[in-house]
């Protein structure tokens, strides 16, 4: 009798074990299912950030340099117009100088000179600083992919589509840079930090993707020699030089916007992620010229009787670079196929600038299979 009383109680032990065994279970398959549903969640957010990033359109921010006004801001106006989510403006003037409605008239250039701007001296390191307060600007706007240097005197000639897709179709940066062998600007004081076979020298009109815009950004090496053994040291009387055309003689004067863009990027090892090539185009050829005042440190500058259908369509029509110091001649393309050389070109006057504008010359937004 007590045996038989003794097995109903075992069951009921056993069924007890086996319901919280059970009920252990089940815990462990919500909490298990619990960390999967949050892992989940956490993915979909993650790609869903991702996604939007992506999403956004990439732009391209056009850099500034500026003496005061832009005196071609209608030219650009009508460029940009109707593309304003592929686009950003930041502007170098000189301090104090603001960008309101009483010194441009393109809504577009409103209030976009940058706040912490400098003096800039023609041949000083001050020049390329100015650059670098451009860039870490742009680059806080992370849709930025792309940084173009652009003068005030600077007209594009294509339309923006045509731009945009030249530029960004292309993983790499366009920079003018080839080996200086010849104009004695290399100081030997900033060897060993730069030596001399990592000198460059080319355009400071250059386009630049982020990853070396934030490498000219971060740059604590290159800029300080530069700042130290660039100066403009005048042998001669010649202020101001470049209004009155003297001729001056400079004690290693290296120009540093013609030399520091290209010679960091080599010193970095970057030659390779490089177009060396400008996609801005300046008249230097002027030893033929009649006109004094088109001889010297500075390119040609176009007035309103320059300003032709010809005169554009030359430009154009160029299709290679000739780079005498390295023996080379860089033919250009886009996406893989033969394009042209330059998608803007400079420097202009606003006579003649409006005058191409009128004839409608120039990159103003109508949609024409990328012709301007």
């Not at 304003?84 to 577009?108: D, K, M, Q, W």
């Not at 976009?112 to 000083?124: A, H, K, L, P, T």
């Not at 005030?152 to 530029?167: A, Q, R, T």
Request: charge should be positive; charged fraction near 25%; hydrophobic fraction near 40%.
């Amino acid at each position: 009798m007590s045996a038989m009383k003794r097995k109903p109680v075992q069951q009921k032990s056993q069924i007890r074990w086996k319901r919280k065994v059970l009920a252990v279970l089940l815990v462990s398959l919500c909490m298990a299912s619990l960390v999967l549903v949050e892992t989940q969640y956490s993915r979909i957010v993650s790609l869903a950030s991702l996604r939007h990033r992506f999403t956004g359109n990439p732009k391209i921010a056009f850099l500034f340099i500026a003496r005061n006004r832009l005196p071609l801001d209608m030219i650009w106006d009508a460029f940009f117009k109707g593309e304003e989510n592929r686009f950003s403006i930041y502007v170098h003037s000189r301090p104090g100088f603001l960008l309101n409605r009483g010194t441009t008239r393109s809504a577009i250039f409103l209030n976009r000179q940058v706040n912490d701007s400098i003096q800039v001296d023609w041949g000083e390191a001050t020049m390329i600083e100015a650059e670098r307060i451009l860039l870490r600007h742009a680059l806080t706007d992370r849709y930025n992919e792309r940084f173009v240097f652009v003068s005030d005197s600077c007209i594009p000639i294509y339309n923006f589509s045509y731009m945009y897709d030249y530029i960004m179709s292309t993983p790499t940066s366009f920079v003018d840079s080839f080996a200086d062998t010849k104009e004695g600007r290399y100081n030997p004081k900033m060897d060993p930090v730069i030596p001399v076979y990592n000198w460059r020298k080319g355009s400071q009109w250059v386009v630049l993707t982020r990853k070396h815009a934030e490498v000219v950004v971060n740059d604590t090496t290159v800029f300080p020699m530069f700042q130290q053994h660039c100066k403009a040291s005048c042998i001669y009387d010649c202020w101001p030089f470049y209004y009155f055309k003297k001729i001056v003689v400079f004690e290693h004067n290296c120009i540093p916007d013609e030399h520091y863009v290209q010679t960091l990027l080599a010193q970095e090892g970057f030659e390779g992620e490089i177009t060396r090539r400008s996609l801005i185009y300046s008249a230097w050829d002027l030893s033929a010229s009649k006109d004094r005042e088109r001889r010297g440190w500075h390119p040609v500058t176009y007035k309103f009787s320059d300003a032709t259908p010809e005169l554009i369509k030359s430009i154009k029509d160029i299709d290679n670079i000739y780079y005498e110091t390295e023996n080379r001649r860089e033919w250009c393309s886009s996406k893989g196929k033969p394009a042209p050389c330059f998608l803007f070109a400079r420097k202009f006057t606003r006579p003649a600038a409006l005058h191409l504008l009128n004839l409608s010359l120039l990159g103003a937004r109508r949609g024409a299979k990328g012709e301007a």
